[in-house]
């Protein structure tokens, strides 16, 4: 390998967490994402690396044009996904949760929020509130001038803040209310599960239409969810068992059932109390839940 082919290697290499990173708020696949980066190097190796001043801001550009261009592709799958679509769960570092606003940008609930954007809104948005990228780059990412970025970065802003948790939870508070759910889950304790859910709950499941018994659409209120969880446990010759696990920045669950792994779940807290539950048990998406991710901004 000549030097300047070693150079743009390592180049990729030490910013390869924060391009996973991006494409992969951009996408809400870390498979979407492993292929982007695969395509993003064969550009990147191809380039005049002389003439790169900031390695770092190029890739990210190619990175999320990337994206755009996935994004589009998936549109129609997505479209055609049998029953609720949500994000590939990660499984990820604690230190992850103190940087807050990474933690909650990766949060399952926010990437479904990000999910009612369109592409250049959920571009822009991630590069800009996420990792505070100039408008000028941004522009330069996603083919845009700057001044209709800026329109397009507060148009998106808005759009979230209407949409995102309200509420910012202390990463010890939402341990504590996780393993209050977890408990009642594991012994079959009715009240325990009422006692931890909110009234107004509203449980999401995504089994990709490979799973028996997920649901397909949500589930509202606390009296129907654990009724429904405690149904859908008694349908099992193996009791399913719920361990803590870091999902997506924050404290979660993984769901194993004869020693398996069955589903990932995500959860938010508002006031001591669960507000929503995102349980991701399509098969595909599970891939990522026996390593650790490495993420950056």
Same mark, same amino acid.
């Given at each position: 390998?000549?030097?300047?082919?070693?150079?743009?290697?390592?180049?990729?290499?030490?910013h390869? &967490?924060?391009?996973?990173?991006?494409a992969? !708020?951009? #996408? +809400?696949? @870390?498979?979407? *994402?492993?292929? =982007?980066?695969? %395509?993003?190097?064969?550009?990147w190796?191809?380039?005049?690396?002389?003439?790169?001043?900031?390695?770092?801001?190029?890739?990210?550009?190619?990175?999320?044009?990337q994206?755009?261009?996935h994004?589009?592709t998936?549109?129609?799958?997505?479209?055609?996904?049998?029953?609720?679509?949500?994000?590939?769960?990660?499984?990820?570092?604690?230190?992850?949760a103190?940087?807050?606003?990474?933690?909650?940008?990766? &949060?399952?609930?926010?990437?479904?929020?990000? !999910?009612? #954007? +369109?592409? @250049?809104?959920? *571009?822009v948005? =991630?590069l800009? %509130?996420?990792?505070?990228?100039?408008?000028?780059?941004?522009?330069?990412?996603?083919?845009?001038?700057?001044?209709?970025?800026?329109?397009?970065?507060?148009?998106?802003?808005?759009?979230?803040?209407?949409?995102?948790?309200?509420?910012?939870?202390?990463?010890t508070?939402?341990?504590?209310?996780?393993?209050?759910?977890?408990?009642?889950?594991?012994?079959?304790?009715?009240?325990?599960?009422?006692?931890v859910?909110?009234?107004?709950?509203?449980?999401?499941?995504?089994? +990709?239409g490979?799973?028996?018994?997920?649901?397909?659409?949500?589930?509202?209120?606390?009296?129907?969810?654990?009724?429904?969880?405690?149904?859908?446990?008694?349908?099992?010759?193996?009791?399913?068992?719920?361990?803590?696990?870091?999902?997506n920045?924050?404290?979660?669950?993984?769901?194993?059932?004869?020693?398996?792994?069955?589903?990932?779940?995500?959860?938010?807290?508002?006031?001591?109390?669960?507000?929503?539950?995102?349980?991701?048990a399509n098969?595909?998406?599970?891939?990522?839940?026996?390593?650790?991710?490495?993420?950056?901004r």
């Amino acid at each position: 390998m000549s030097s300047s082919a070693g150079t743009a290697a390592d180049q990729f290499v030490l910013h390869r &967490s924060l391009l996973f990173t991006v494409a992969y !708020e951009l #996408l +809400g696949s @870390a498979a979407d *994402a492993e292929d =982007v980066l695969q %395509e993003s190097w064969l550009r990147w190796a191809g380039v005049d690396h002389d003439g790169v001043r900031d390695p770092r801001a190029y890739l990210v550009r190619i990175v999320t044009r990337q994206s755009l261009n996935h994004l589009r592709t998936v549109s129609r799958r997505r479209e055609e996904y049998v029953g609720e679509w949500l994000p590939e769960p990660l499984l990820t570092r604690p230190d992850v949760a103190d940087d807050v606003e990474l933690a909650e940008s990766l &949060s399952v609930a926010m990437l479904t929020v990000l !999910e009612t #954007l +369109g592409p @250049a809104e959920r *571009a822009v948005f =991630v590069l800009r %509130e996420v990792f505070d990228l100039p408008y000028d780059e941004i522009a330069d990412a996603v083919g845009k001038t700057p001044a209709a970025v800026r329109q397009i970065a507060h148009r998106a802003k808005d759009h979230v803040a209407a949409r995102r948790p309200r509420i910012r939870v202390d990463p010890t508070e939402q341990e504590q209310v996780v393993e209050r759910f977890l408990a009642a889950f594991n012994t079959g304790d009715l009240q325990g599960l009422m006692d931890v859910l909110a009234p107004d709950v509203v449980a999401v499941a995504d089994g +990709g239409g490979k799973v028996r018994g997920a649901a397909r659409r949500p589930i509202v209120g606390a009296a129907k969810l654990a009724a429904y969880l405690l149904g859908s446990m008694a349908k099992f010759d193996v009791h399913p068992v719920a361990t803590p696990a870091w999902v997506n920045g924050a404290r979660g669950a993984r769901i194993e059932v004869g020693g398996e792994l069955a589903a990932a779940v995500s959860v938010t807290v508002e006031h001591g109390r669960i507000t929503r539950i995102f349980s991701i048990a399509n098969p595909d998406k599970l891939a990522r839940l026996d390593a650790e991710a490495s993420l950056t901004r």
